[in-house]
């Protein structure tokens, strides 16, 4: 399936001198809402390195036989928990080059924990249930955000100036599943748009 | 219309039963024959048909419950987390082993990592060569592929199971071999010995056998059928023909990976291999049948023996009937119908014997009874002869005296009276002629000579005779000879003399004034030539009531004429005797102007080339 996104970067009027808002709306070419896109902001003059935090917990559920959520964000160095809320085992597992690690099996209300300590991608599977994947996108920026069911994701307060904004889908059928958007921030609002392809998710049902 | 059959015809009636009995029983075996080889050839078929489409069947279970047993090993194979980790980090030498080690156990004939990035990895370590880009193109559009691909023009049964790593890293391919060893475990499942064959059709060719036989000189039908079956989407058993029946046949289009090359599997039973158990049958049949024949023919041909001597008997009794033989009864045996023609028969011929008596006996007495009145009617005109010679003597003397009397009488009185003698006795002798005639005539004494003469001469010499007699009655009188009737012919003149002196001496008699007319025509055919006298006169006449009888000697048109004319009414029937006598014809009739006519039509001989003068000199 061909899918697009339509990006938007709207440039609000802001008040504040050093601040501006940024908001992005992910759509697929038929204007399809695309959730769980993952947006972030490098700026060119980046601020002095602080430990990056997320109002967000750095949690993923295994529940119903599905990862919740599907794409979490996390901090780089950040340590995530995978609390079992199912009746049977999972065994989680990435061969991710950001994270390999396994989660040998584990019951009930057990959890593990593991600290992702390199930017990028990590896919996780569950070795038992083929159909449970999710995404964990370990970031270096503390602006990110990740694209609600309507598409949108804002940021409020960035810094003026020159910025690189990377738009990331698990399926997005471009190089390293992102597009790419330079951008000149200052005070108010910026809204830009961007559409790219969404592949068919494989096997998000199971093979049998 | 032309006859397109000659009616056969026999002309005994055993033939024609024989025929008709060994033709009816024939027509009724062939109808029988042919009703058995129906009913065999449909239920053969119709076994086969069965066994094919259960062997169809069959190979589906058999394919359906490898593929799953395959898909289960592979797919659980997808799931070994090392071999995951292997395929998802591209541990080749970790993958190989992997599959090294399934294909062992497993006893399947290929086990292949075909990676997302098209990148392949086979247990053997050999490369896929062609057949990797169209598996790789169907694995890519879809997953859990099966089906067939072709590897070195071996065709393969393929599984496949993806590797998720969690996300698609690419695909486990199980595959075996469709090979002859197959195609022989297939048939041997199968009641009939079946002929199961995989075909594959490469860039729209024929379709060319895989594995498993097809002779040469039938690919070309097996592709086309197979082309056929496709195309139409058949689903049940159909004919594939071929020598001896051809053959029923079945075609399973299988999933193929390259769609391409797609394969078939077809299975095939000779008709004729079918009909093989109920040979014994129709051989029987066939036997029994001309056995029958052979039996209906000699039956038929005692039977129409039978049938036939009492017809041949009536048959020999008809001819010696005919011949007039004594004994021409039949022996009458039965009471059939045949028995009661030959009752029928021995009456008839009873009867004719009977009658035939009886006619004899009645033509002896008529034969004696004719014999007995012509010696009367000889004797009598013998006697009329004799008579009328002694007669003649003594009025010879009466009318000499007479005349020699009429000199030496001067008295004119006695002269007349004289004269009255002479003419009685002319009249009398006259009379006697005429019977003379008539009595010779009846007593078949005239003889007719033969000699030429001309006959115009001869027809003016007779008018001349009568000229004188014509002109002292104030009448004309005139000969016509047409140009073709003045020949010399060979003929008796004198009779002819007599019959037209007569004729027209009758006309001169009763013709009071006008003309008395002698014709003559030639007529008939050129070999044999008739002449035709005519004497017509402007008398008196005749009614047509009278005609008979004025041919019958001593009669006259009516009893008055005798008085008014005189005559012994002799002449008439004289010439008419006459005229026979010399083949001819003689006959009158009353002409409608008045008056009447005479005709006499004799056959005349031309004599050829005969001197004109001779002729004259000799009439």
Redesign the interface.
Known sequence: MRAAIFFLLTLFYCSSAVAADLAITVRTAAGKAVADAVVTVHPVEAPAGQAIRFPWPLQMDQRNLQFDPFVLVVPIGGQVTFPNRDGVRH?V?S?SPAKRF?LKLYGRDESRSVRFEKAGVV?????IH?S??AFIKVVDTPYAAKSDASGAAVFRGLPNGAAVVRIWH?YMRAPNNEVVRQLNLREGAVTEAVAVDLRTP??RSG?? | MTELFARPSFTRLSTKLAVLYAGLFGAILIFVSLAVFTAITHNATRLVRDELQASGTVFDRIWALRSEQMRESA?LLS?D?GF??AV??SDAATVRSALQNLHARLGIDLAVIVGVDGRIVTDSGRSLGPAAEPLYRALDSG??VGGVFMLDGMPYQAVS??V?????AGWVVFAAKLDDREMASLERLAAFPLQAVVLDRRAGGAWTPATGRVGDAERGRVSRFIADAVASGAKAPLVLPGPAGGSIAMVKPLASLNPASPAVLLLRYPLARAMAPFEPLIRTLVLTGAGGVLLVVVGSFMLAGGLAKPITALDEAAQRLARGEEDAAVVVDGRDEIARLAESFNAMAAEIRDREAKMRRDAETLVVALDRAEAANRTTNQFLANMSHEVRTPLNGVLGLSHVLATTVKDPTQQELVAQVIASAETLETLLSDILDAAKLGARETEVRLEPFALDVCMRAIVAAWSGRAEKRGLRLVVDIAAGAERVVLGDPARLRQILDNLIGNAVKFTHQGEVRLTVRAGGQVARPRFRFEVSDTGVGFDLAMKERLFQPFQQGDSSATRRYGGTGLGLSISRGLAELMGGVLDGAPRSEGGSIFFLELPLALVAGADLTQSRASA
């Open positions: 065994h597992y061969f396994e896919a996780l599977g569950c070795n083929d449970m994947v698990p494989p096997t093979v049998y | 797919a799931k987390f995951r980790a998802a980090t997953e859990g199971a993806p998720l790593s969690p996300t698609l």
